[in-house]
């Protein structure tokens, strides 16, 4: 996702469709960005708010050269028309990324019994439920792919307000430490027995992107920010201690948490 804007020409329009907060943050300030939600929050990033529907968005036809859609299409309850709308404000030549959660994930099950529901009224549960709807309605070809793995960083208390739910006393109340333990073991167990405790969902690229159809999975996601990073990427930085053993910590290089190394599959 922060590649594709990364990679834009000066001048490209983005959207960022269901934002919160914002779903990424960029150091550029020659691309018009603009984050649409229901609500405008009172704590703001970079970029323009709009308080609008995600199914009847305000904005002329073919406007934006990048929509992203960031874990955010299963809040959406008029999930067809948010999508046939994205189809419309997207240029010819656009591109378009989705991230959604498999709902049949550990994860998703905590995230979803923790917050009642999680505000989630789409369940996806197969690739093919996202990239069928998306090409029909919009028109944009699936050009690429990637699993993505949990870290449980919703459950952290440095991302908590007020007290923790008594539900949390299972996660010791979002110690971070724990949670670094917690995914260290799921993603082993994942390892030896060929199970998905530790996946989240997935990521799609649709339109005029050049990827590869199958894009490798970073499985050290940070447990406090969720930045997921490659094993070459964080030994380049410096992020990973020199000394290995059998278990590796290092700190997450985009926020300093402490987290426990898994080797991604290819260095096995």
Known sequence: MLNLVKNLSPGSRVLDLGAGLGSFRTSRSDLPIVRLD????????????????????????????????????????????????????IRPGGVLYIAVPDSG??????????GRGGGHVNAFRAPGEVTGLVERLT???????RVLYSSLAFL?????????QIKSVLFAFGNERFLAVL??????LDRRFHTRLSHYGWAFYFGQVDLPRTLDSWINVCVRCGSADAVVYLRK???????????????CPSCGAYNLLI??????
């Open 38 to 89: 229901l609500e405008i929050p009172p704590k703001r990033g970079s970029g323009a708010y709009v308080a609008a529907d995600a199914a009847r968005m305000p904005f002329a036809s073919r406007s934006f050269d990048l929509i992203i859609s960031n874990h955010s299409l299963e809040h959406f309850p008029e999930l067809e028309a948010t999508v046939r709308e994205i189809g419309r404000v």
């Open 105 to 114: 994930t550990l994860s998703d099950r905590i995230y979803r019994w923790m």
């Open 139 to 145: 028109g944009l070809p699936l050009r690429s792919s």
């Open 156 to 164: 952290n208390s440095h991302n908590l307000a007020g007290r923790p």
């Open 183 to 188: 995914m260290w073991i799921l993603r082993r």
């Open 237 to 251: 930085l410096g992020a990973i201690p020199p000394i290995r053993g059998a278990v590796q910590p290092y700190r």
């Open 263 to 268: 080797e991604d599959p290819e260095k096995q």
